[in-house]
Structure formats: C-alpha cells, structure tokens
C-alpha cells in the first residue's frame, strides 16, 4: 500500500458537499480531458451526465446538478468567482446551452442532457455518474465516474486517491505504523514524522508554506462566515447564526477588516463560556459558508469542514499554543489521521453515514491539538481514538438533501468532542487505553457496513424523514 499526503486529505476545496459537489466536479473535469485526448472538442454534438443513488437522491441540496454543469463548461472549484455562480447556471438553464470545456457552445437542456435518476444506483459505489459525448460522426464516448468522499473520484478502473499515492521513506498506514516508525527513528513529535515522509512529494519550506496558506484561507472564511447575515439558500430558510453570535461576543467593538478583528479575538478575556461560544461561532461561519456554495477548506469533507477550523482557531487565539510552527504541525498530524482513516474505512456519508465526516474530522483535531499541546504520540493516537468513539453510528440524514440540518450544528458538536478528547488524552497513560485508533477505526468500518442505506447521505432515513419538509 503506497501513502497519501496529508494536503490530499486537507485542501481547498467549495461547498456545499466534497462528495456530491467537488467529486462530481472534478469527474466533469476528468470527462473533458478524456474528450480532448481522444477526439476534438470541436467535433461534440452533445453531451449527457447521469447521477445515480445518493448523488440523485440528494442532488438538488448538494448542488451535484449545478457541479456537473459547471464541471462540464470548464470552471474550476478553486479559481471560481464563487458569487457568479447562480448567474452562471441561469445563463445555461434559459439557454438551453452549455459551452462545453469553455470552448464550443452545445446545445444543453437540464432534465435531458442531466438526469438525476433516484430509482437506480451503480453497483460499484452509492455515488455514481454516467457521463457520454456525442460526436458530429455518429461516435459516442462513455465513462463511470465515483464520488468516494473527499472530492476523490474513481472509475472500475482508476481511482484520483491512487494517482495521489507515492512511497514514502517511512509508510504509516495504520496507527501501529506510526508509533513504530516514531521508536526506529527516536522522534518525540508526530509531525516530525509527517514531515520526513511529505518530503516525497515537496520540500519542508513547500510543505510549511502549504500549511500557513491553508491557514490562511480559514481564517479568511471564518471572517466572511462572521460577516454575513440573512437566510441561506436552498428553500429551508436556515437563518445565518455565526455573525450575531460574532456581534454579541465583541460588543461594541470596531473593525475593519480581518487583521482587526482577529487580533479582538486575541486580545480578549473571555470565561469559559464563551470560548465554548466562541469554538461554535467558527465551525458555524465556516459551514454557513459551505451551505453557500462558498469556498472553504475540506477537511477530510465538506460537510465536515468546520471542525479543523474551529479547533485550530481556538488554539490560535485562546491557548498559549499559538505560534506559525504550531498551525503546521496541527495540520501535519491532522491530515496524517486522515489518511488512516481514508486507508482503512472511509471519509464518504454516502458509505459510511455520518461518522466518516464530522466523526474523521473530530478525530483529526483532537490529534492536532494534543499534539501541539505537548501530547506523546501515544496521547495524540489516543485523542483521535476517543473522539471517533463518541461518534461511532452517527447517520448521514440531512432533511431536504440539504448540508445544514443537523449538519452544520453537527460541526459545533465535532469541534467541542475534539477539544475535550484532546484534554482528557492529555491526562491519560495511553499505555492502559484499552481501545486503540486501529481498533476504533476498524470498529467504524464495520459499523458503516452494517448501517442501513437509509442513513447514508440518501435523506430516507433518521431526522430527514422525522421533520416533514419536501426536498427543496
């Protein structure tokens, strides 16, 4: 088995789903360069997308339709003006158009060349597509694609996760791995470890500069999630809560601009109350934000993506951790979790319900953060573990097919189970655990492979059946 890096597993990525938004993205994207190597974009008559099992069943809410569409007219995820994008999709539904690649205008009717077929699902995952071109003489081509969590996409025969994958000086797979490579080499730190093997796909100066970058761009989405009121899209009427938990905790405060208001946050005195707050505040705004279709950090998902943010930023701004080195090593040993978990389970809801997102992530901070908070790497192993145990079974059931309820508020609850897994880790002797993080996350898989269809990501089953509410 060859490695994965960590910024696989914690990367750029847009909302509101890794899944159902970015994986079918990016299979768009695969689909086109496919056309370009065999044939001529020129020469395409017509292109047709369909979306079986959950990407169907939760298409709407997830936006797989619009990803697919916007795959396919040659927009990328990370680069996209992200407020332009119902602009863009309104353009292609009242066309009846779609500029394929960017390049050539093809004729594109939603509901005839895009179908999201509810009844049937692709035997070889939950999250399968069907993409086919047409050409001016009479050729068709045709390819599967998989949406396997994460934004990783897959074919029968490929899959984006191996492409990914190198050798490493030191390979950890599972945590026994880890803490084997850790004795041979006599490190005391996990992340000293992460780093020798991140070699293999960059240098330390790379990799330390892709760390603060992905630092960055939390905190420039916990600052726009801060700042923005109102209703969130997708027929729920979810009202935005972060910012006025924002405006209530800062008072009568000023600021102007992200630098300000982050260095408020620094300066602040606060009980324990509302630091609690606070930690809710960030994993709020950043999963309004992805319920926006706005661009945010997927860690290891988006559904998932403002645990990491939220733990990271209570360490950077109300613990004496808080330090550049600090933020890399926390995303090091993170991502490192994530991969185990990636390897050895899964990351997808569509496979393993709930637990594989806001569970994987909780235990990815809980790692982080005992790890910068001077954690053996027997206490960061033990942390992960702790916070995936308090999450195993919890369903993929999001009422309309839409990522806010429970998910959103599933962040505040992942975030907080990490910080307090990372404390109570912090004041254990690993040596007389007797559960460990191979075994909690052998523990999930077997729990995913036995939780029925209904509780992962198809919304007909748990809460999205309870409350009463039509697909939106």
């Known amino acids: ?45 017509e292109v047709f997308v369909e979306f079986f099992g959950s990407l169907a069943k939760t298409g709407i809410g997830h936006g797989t339709d619009i990803a697919g569409m916007l795959g396919l007219s040659g927009e990328n995820f990370k680069l996209i003006d992200t407020t332009k994008i119902n602009e863009k999709i309104e353009q292609i539904k009242s066309s009846n158009t779609l500029k394929l690649g960017g390049e050539k205008e093809i004729p594109f009717v939603y509901g005839h060349h895009l179908i999201l077929n509810k009844q049937k699902s692709l035997e070889f995952h939950p999250n399968g597509m069907i993409f086919k071109a047409v050409f001016e003489n009479g050729d068709e081509i ?19 996760y191996d492409l990914q994958c190198v050798r490493t000086l030191y390979p950890c797979h599972n ?26 796909w960059r240098t330390r100066e790379e990799t330390e500069k892709e760390a603060l970058y992905i630092w960055e761009q939390i905190k420039q989405c916990v600052y726009k999630g801060v700042n923005k009121e109102g209703v969130l899209p997708g027929g729920l009427k979810v009202t935005r809560r972060a910012a006025n938990i924002n405006r209530k905790l800062l008072g009568d405060k000023i600021y102007k601009n992200l630098p300000e208001w982050y260095q408020l946050l620094v300066d602040s005195d606060v009980s324990f109350t509302n630091i609690n707050k606070w930690v809710s505040c ?20 988006n559904g998932a993506s403002g645990v990491i943010p939220a733990v990271l930023m209570y360490s950077q701004v109300f613990t004496e951790f808080k330090s550049d080195d600090n933020v890399v090593r926390f995303l090091l040993v993170a991502g490192e979790i994530g991969t185990l978990f990636k390897k050895n389970a899964t990351i997808s809801a569509a496979m393993g319900g709930c637990q594989a997102e806001i569970g994987v992530s909780s235990a990815m901070a809980a790692a982080g953060l005992t790890e910068i908070m001077g954690g053996t790497p027997g206490q960061v192993l033990m942390a992960a573990e702790i916070a995936m145990e308090h999450h195993l079974g919890l369903t993929c059931d999001p009422i309309a097919g839409l990522v806010q309820i429970p998910c959103i508020e599933r962040n505040s609850m992942g975030a907080i189970k990490a910080i307090t897994a990372a404390n109570i880790a912090l004041e254990s002797d690993p040596a007389k655990a007797r559960v460990t993080l191979d075994e909690v996350i052998q523990s999930m898989w077997e729990t995913a492979q036995s939780m029925s269809d209904r509780f992962k990501e198809t919304s007909e089953g748990g809460l999205a059946i309870a409350v009463n509410v039509a697909e939106c």
Not at 282 to 301: C, D, H, K
């Open 142 to 160: 045709e390819q599967d694609y998989y949406s396997v969590g994460g934004g990783f996409i897959a074919t029968k025969e490929n899959n984006s």
């Open 282 to 301: 960030f994993a709020l705004a950043v999963n309004e934000e992805n319920a926006s279709f706005g661009r945010i950090i997927t860690a290891p998902t």
């Open 175 to 200: 945590g026994k791995d880890i803490e084997r490579n850790m004795a041979k080499l006599s490190l005391d730190k996990i992340s000293d470890l992460v780093f020798l093997n991140e070699e293999s």
């Open 1 to 45: 088995m060859e490695s994965i890096s960590v910024f696989e597993i914690i990367k750029v990525g847009i909302g509101p789903s890794s899944s159902h938004t970015m994986g079918p993205w990016n299979a768009a994207e695969s689909f086109i360069n496919n056309i370009k190597k065999t044939h001529q974009l020129e020469n395409v008559t």
